[in-house]
């Protein structure tokens, strides 16, 4: 027998953890259908049975308003999961039942993990869990996932729940809403019932979705006009006799009865007078006076350890291993093998050339999404919302843009993802729009490699300051197109602070590990074929001939087809061109061109050669220009498809990258111009 | 005139009577746990003024002064 499970829980309730757990490395990662919402599987360890495990978004509500509640309802109406395990944060337990509630009336069988168990032992707080249980009508197991404890418990209960779920019958909701509430859901369980079989929907789950008005269910149903008019009557009986609206009694109705099932199950110490861990953190942290410079110091050092010593020694391990070690064998086992002088180019110059000058970075790019997941896993991104609001609002963002934004400086395209947490459609835009502006993770090797052939002196300063200056942009930007564009009220912002957490290493790496390996899989296979394709390019001309000069090859030519855009920003140059026309497949690409332009596969020692060819045509002035060019234009193939499938509308999209690219353009402009007025070179 | 959670101060409680308007706010609100009768603790304000945290049901919850408005205090 096979089964599926499907994990649903609040954010913040430790699911992902438990998702490890259960699943180890049989995980699989991907979309669910038609969204850019991430959909995670993976296979249960330590069964015999077969037990496929679906990660649900983290939600705190079945409402119809955000992606993520409707993809996790649909996915329990329409897939009918054998067994639904809801994870429950017991050490807050009121706000995660009220999931629960709305879970156990979709019909499917329910097995809450109460989970935390250890933090509401620490507190002193007692849970009764027979009584939960009976309380809530389903099996209750108690786990701490952080410290393994318990999952396999749950899953233990949960595949017995499976394999009796045939034979018994689910279990009726026990929560009850109000007498005359109850009686206009009987009456409407009756108008929907052959509606709601059709489709293998629960009668009372929808009659209460068509009370509380919610169009995704009406959508679905496709009721006749006599049938939504009686539904409309019993609203607007119920409006009135309530003086409230259907959403807002049902709310109560939920909350009421949760508050009941606690002061029976849960006994509480005390009642929070006394301060936790986590409010003392926040005392400093979001302290009036100190926050910002607290949170300036934490971006500060982040930055200083990823780009700093740390950093340049890891480029050095890995730009020996790949280019002396790996290199020097590859080439003397192909000239053994005697290979042709044209494979020996293709795999030395074009392959290693340009995907080893990317893998010198990932290192340090892992160093980067490891300080992103330690903020997230701890609990800072959300501080760091709450501190940064009011100065993104002024942009026309919300607080909660500033989590996609600093993703941004990881990788574009899966910041460009994580605006999905953002429930209104405008700061959706502009935060999509705006993103790309936060200088990525891949666009980093282009200033490495000038920072380092330009301005030894002060190569961390310089790339701060191009940094900052996409952080400008951004904000000019927002500026501008809140009063243009983007006009009108500013959104809501509604969001949960959750206490502070110590992150597992474990959680860490797997969190590094599920971002860093979408940028080694790009090096793989993107990167890998821009590189032969460009190594192509720039060996062979128009009319298929093996060129001495790379100049007069098909790269040649088109750049110097596209160079005179570029003159008048300093680097006018047809490779610095072509970096640039390639670099629109993805950022790294543009070092990987130069590297091979100059034919540096096969002579690269170390960088030095890169650094004195680039000296022949570049100046600091210009180098810069060019830097913050790469910096602010189309960020690449793998953005564009993310902010199309995010803005969904080929307009939204191409004004975004259209802006991005004029606005490239314009403040290179200005850099090397108003920089040449000011005397520099 | 109606007193609302942005009248109260850091270290003040008071006790939801119901929240103004309709949709999506509203329904995050109270999804999130501020329903009728719900106590709230105000915690702090954010350092540049906006927005604000409070203490609902056992956790700390974040929304702007202009959401605390909306809320209509017993």
């Known amino acids: 027998m096979s089964y599926t499970f499907a994990l649903a829980g609040n954010p913040n309730c430790g699911k992902t953890t438990m998702f490890n757990e259960i699943t180890g490395s049989t995980q699989y990662v991907g979309n669910w259908p038609g969204v850019t919402v991430e959909k995670k599987e993976g296979r249960a360890r330590r069964f015999k049975e077969e037990i496929k495990?679906?990660?649900?978004?983290?939600?705190?509500?079945?409402?119809?308003?955000?992606?993520?509640?409707?993809?996790?309802?649909?996915?329990?109406?329409?897939?009918?999961?054998?067994?639904?395990?809801?994870?429950?944060?017991?050490?807050?337990i009121e706000r995660n039942l009220y999931l629960t509630t709305q879970l156990v009336e979709l019909g499917v069988p329910v097995v809450v993990a109460l989970n935390m168990m250890d933090v509401v032992t620490t507190r002193g707080d007692q849970i009764n869990l027979k009584k939960l249980s009976e309380l809530l009508g389903v099996p209750v197991v108690p786990a701490s996932a952080s410290k393994g404890q318990g999952i396999h418990d749950v899953m233990q209960k949960a595949l017995v729940v499976a394999q009796t779920a045939a034979t018994v019958e689910v279990e009726v909701p026990k929560l009850r809403f109000d007498a005359k509430m109850e009686k206009c859901l009987d009456e409407v369980q009756n108008l929907i019932a052959a509606y709601a079989d059709r489709h293998h929907y629960h009668k009372r789950w929808v009659a209460l979705k068509l009370l509380e008005e919610d169009q995704e269910i009406?959508?679905?149903?496709?009721?006749?006009?006599?049938?939504?008019?009686?539904?409309?009557?019993?609203?607007?009986?119920?409006?009135?006799?309530?003086?409230?609206?259907?959403?807002?009694?049902?709310?109560?109705?939920?909350?009421?009865?949760?508050?009941?099932?606690?002061?029976?199950?849960?006994k509480k110490k005390?009642?929070?007078?006394?301060?936790?861990?986590?409010?003392?953190?926040?005392?400093?942290?979001?302290?009036?006076?100190?926050?910002?410079p607290i949170f300036l110091l934490m971006m500060w050092m982040v930055f200083r350890v990823t780009f700093g010593a740390v950093g340049s020694w890891t480029i050095d391990f890995v730009d020996g291993?790949?280019?002396?070690?790996?290199?020097?064998?590859?080439?003397?086992?192909?000239?053994?093998?005697?290979?042709?002088?044209?494979?020996?180019?293709?795999?030395i110059d074009g392959i290693i050339g340009g995907v080893g000058s990317i893998l010198v970075f990932v290192p340090q790019i892992m160093i980067?999404?490891?300080?992103m997941a330690l903020l997230e896993d701890s609990g800072y991104m959300a501080r760091a919302a709450f501190i940064m609001d009011r100065a993104l609002r002024k942009l026309g963002l919300t607080g909660k843009s500033f989590i996609p934004m600093l993703m941004g400086f990881g990788c574009s395209a899966p910041a460009v993802m994580a605006t999905r947490t953002l429930e209104n459609e405008k700061d959706r835009k502009l935060t999509i729009i705006l993103t790309p502006f936060m200088s990525c993770g891949a666009r980093m090797p282009i200033y490495l490699l000038f920072g380092a052939a330009f301005f030894a002196q002060n190569q961390s300063t310089m790339i701060f300051s191009i940094y900052i200056l996409g952080i400008v942009v951004a904000i000019i930007s927002g500026i501008i197109l809140k009063k243009t564009l983007f006009k009108g009220e500013a959104a809501p912002f509604v969001m949960e602070l959750p206490p502070y957490?110590?992150?597992?290493?474990?959680?860490?790496?797997?969190?590094?590990?599920?971002?860093?390996?979408?940028?080694?899989?790009?090096?793989?296979?993107?990167?890998?074929?821009?590189?032969?394709?460009?190594?192509?390019?720039?060996?062979?001309?128009?009319?298929?001939?093996?060129?001495?000069?790379?100049?007069?090859?098909?790269?040649?030519?088109?750049?110097?087809?596209?160079?005179?855009?570029?003159?008048?920003?300093?680097?006018?140059d047809w490779r610095s061109a072509v970096a640039i026309f390639t670099g629109l497949v993805a950022k790294e690409v543009v070092v990987a061109t130069l590297g091979i332009l100059h034919g540096l596969g096969e002579v690269a020692e170390d960088s030095m050669e890169l650094h004195t060819a680039l000296q022949t045509y570049f100046t600091p002035l210009k180098a810069y220009a060019f830097m913050a060019f790469t910096l602010l234009y189309f960020p690449c193939i793998a953005a564009f498809g993310a902010m199309k499938r995010e803005l969904n509308s080929w307009k939204w999209t191409l004004f975004a990258v259209g802006y991005q690219t004029g606005i490239a353009w314009i403040v290179a402009f200005l850099i090397y111009n108003v920089g040449r007025l000011f005397g520099l070179t | 005139m109606q007193r609302t959670l942005k009248d109260l101060k850091p270290g003040e409680t008071g006790r939801v009577a119901k929240i103004d308007g309709k949709g999506p706010v509203k329904r995050r609100l109270m999804d999130m746990g501020v329903t009728r009768g719900t106590e709230i603790l105000i915690r702090k304000v954010a350092p540049l003024g906006d927005p604000i945290e409070v203490n609902v049901r056992g956790y700390e919850l974040s929304f702007r002064k202009a959401e605390a408005e909306s809320i209509i205090l017993e």
């Open chain 1, 368 to 371: 980067l999404f490891f300080f």
């Open chain 1, 53 to 92: 495990v679906v990660d649900l978004p983290g939600i705190y509500s079945l409402s119809p308003y955000t992606m993520e509640e409707i993809i996790a309802r649909d996915y329990i109406l329409d897939e009918k999961p054998d067994v639904v395990i809801n994870i429950v944060d017991a050490s807050n």
């Open chain 1, 218 to 266: 009406k959508k679905k149903l496709d009721l006749p006009a006599n049938v939504e008019k009686d539904i409309q009557n019993c609203i607007a009986q119920l409006e009135n006799e309530f003086d409230n609206d259907t959403e807002t009694i049902i709310a109560d109705g939920r909350y009421q009865y949760i508050a009941d099932v606690v002061a029976e199950a849960v």
């Open chain 1, 270 to 292: 005390n009642t929070g007078s006394t301060l936790t861990v986590s409010d003392k953190i926040d005392k400093i942290v979001t302290n009036r006076i100190f926050a910002i």
């Open chain 1, 501 to 572: 957490r110590i992150p597992t290493l474990k959680g860490l790496f797997i969190h590094m590990w599920d971002r860093g390996k979408a940028f080694l899989i790009k090096a793989g296979t993107v990167i890998f074929s821009a590189a032969v394709i460009i190594w192509f390019c720039q060996t062979f001309s128009f009319t298929l001939q093996m060129v001495e000069d790379p100049a007069d090859s098909i790269l040649g030519v088109i750049g110097h087809a596209i160079a005179p855009i570029f003159a008048p920003l300093g680097f006018g």
């Open chain 1, 321 to 347: 291993l790949v280019n002396d070690t790996i290199a020097g064998a590859l080439s003397s086992g192909l000239e053994a093998a005697g290979a042709a002088e044209w494979l020996h180019a293709l795999v």
